[in-house]
């Protein structure tokens, strides 16, 4: 379902005033210089972006050693949420190693509620939710759909999946695992589940996150194969009586944050 938050309308009514229904081909210096913004690309050190505010006019600076350009532009995209929500608000320098976009996780609690809805604008923005709906439509959830909406929306498979959970489109279960720890997790409403507390643990020893893991973060699937088989227990706890199911994992490693993004869902 579509879920209008501030963010969301923030971002649905600058693309209404724009007159486009998304922005996913259009560049994105382009697009910041018809909002007035001075859009810059040097080496930021740690950090991935950050907007300074000028007397007449704001300056976004991007970090130029981002590798991937969908990374690019979702850190442009969160920082015109910033210019749009936050004009008199101390922001912090912003940093999406792990893209901390659900509330309660560690960055959320010390940046405060700006980076969520900067977060949910630049979500928006870059994937409006009718199309990305439409796009959805009939569909079950596969690794193969979720790489097929990420080169529809320009956006990266971790942004793209975090999207599909934010709108609840299929009943999954997304948890984040960071040097070896397991550090959050959320599902969707409709995921009836009793999801282990496994918080600041290690994953699983049954879990395709283990396994990654135990192969240093490089790939080990190729698209068809992604979506491996394990039993409901790896993840869940299962209720007396209750049968243990299979259910799939599909597991995203990124070998510089030492993270693994792991969704889980039944069939």
């Given at each position: ?39 810059i690309e040097e080496d930021t050190g740690n950090c991935d972006g950050k907007i300074v505010f000028g007397a007449n ?116 279960c997304v948890v984040l695992t960071e040097n070896e720890k397991v550090k959050f997790w959320k599902k969707s409403d409709e995921l009836k589940v009793w999801v282990k507390d496994i918080t ?68």
């Open positions: 379902m579509i879920k209008n938050n501030k963010s969301s309308i923030v971002a649905q009514q600058l693309l209404s005033d724009c007159g486009m229904d998304e922005i996913t081909d259009i560049p994105l210096d382009l697009f910041t210089a018809g909002l007035d913004i001075i859009l006019k704001a300056i976004i600076k991007v970090n130029s050693k981002i590798q991937f350009p969908e990374r690019k532009r979702f850190v442009i995209a969160h920082e015109i949420g910033h210019f749009l929500m936050h004009k008199n608000l101390t922001l912090p320098e912003d940093t999406f190693g792990t893209f901390n976009i659900i509330a309660g996780t560690e960055k959320y609690l010390r940046n405060g509620q700006q980076e969520l809805e900067a977060n949910e604008f630049a979500s928006e923005l870059l994937m409006p939710s009718k199309l990305f709906m439409q796009e959805t439509e009939r569909k079950k959830f596969t690794p193969t759909l979720i790489k097929q909406l990420s080169q529809r929306f320009k956006t990266s498979l971790t942004a793209t999946i975090f999207r599909y959970l934010q709108l609840d489109l299929y009943p999954i600041k643990l290690n994953p699983p020893s049954d879990s395709v996150a283990h396994e990654y893991i135990q192969n240093d973060y490089n790939y080990l699937y190729s698209l068809d194969q992604k979506a491996q088989q394990i039993s409901k227990s790896v993840w869940f706890e299962l209720m007396e009586n209750e049968d243990n199911t299979v259910f799939y994992e599909y597991c995203i490693p990124t070998k510089r944050y030492r993270t693994i993004l792991s969704v889980v869902w039944e069939d």
